[in-house]
């Protein structure tokens, strides 16, 4: 069974004015238990794509979104360079359905977002990960160890929107990513706030890595938060 859906969809787009190209590829849970607060959720996310395109951001976009392949749902693949607005539709479309036991595919999400066609050379990563479950570990080939390796070789700057539990902390915290905790029975416009914050946060990295390595810049910024050790 084929457990991924690829969009292409991709146009050119303007060329990005950062110094280090960025590809931002949202990562959305849409299982049934996402359903108190996916509006919420995707309000601010199309929110937080326009904050990206506004002065010198203009970042390559992708999207993934998941929900349970072990039990044959199948994650959709929005390739790098998916224009803004068809992003910010597809989210409006997206439906909370689906998912098996607790935890959900995060771990081939993910592995799935680092393997999208389109990153250009040299390009710097930023997931954006969203959910309210723990994940499958092991899920077919990929363990929490090998994502969280992978996401070091690549250096990729891992921001998660999620419970504060591993291996999401183990993520967060070897990128200069950051965390935002969310729990079960949160309410739609709490989880929009915190999805807005999130999106502050994200864009603020963004913007102090324009003339200068986006990774060291991140990890300096949010040594000040409890996330990130000293």
Known sequence: MNKTQRYTGATPGRQARLSIPVVVVLLMDATASMAGYLKGAVRALTGFVDILFTGNLQPSLA???FRDE??????????VGTPAENIKGILHQTMATGGGDEPESSLPAITKALDLPGFSPG??????????????????????????????????LFHACCPDIEPYK?????????LFPIHTGLREDEFEKVMLSFARTTVKTLRIGESADVGELARQQLRKTRILEP
Do not use: M, S, W
């Not at 183990?170 to 950051?178: E, L, P, R, S, Y």
């Open 123 to 156: 390009a710097r990563k930023v997931l954006i990960h969203v959910t309210d479950a723990p994940c499958h570990d092991p899920e077919n080939a990929c363990t929490a160890a090998g994502v969280l390796e992978r996401l070091k070789q690549e250096g990729v």
């Open 170 to 178: 183990k993520f967060v915290n070897a990128t200069g990513g950051t």
């Open 70 to 79: 072990q039990i044959g749902e199948p994650t959709q693949c929005y390739d």
């Open 63 to 65: 999207l993934v979104i």
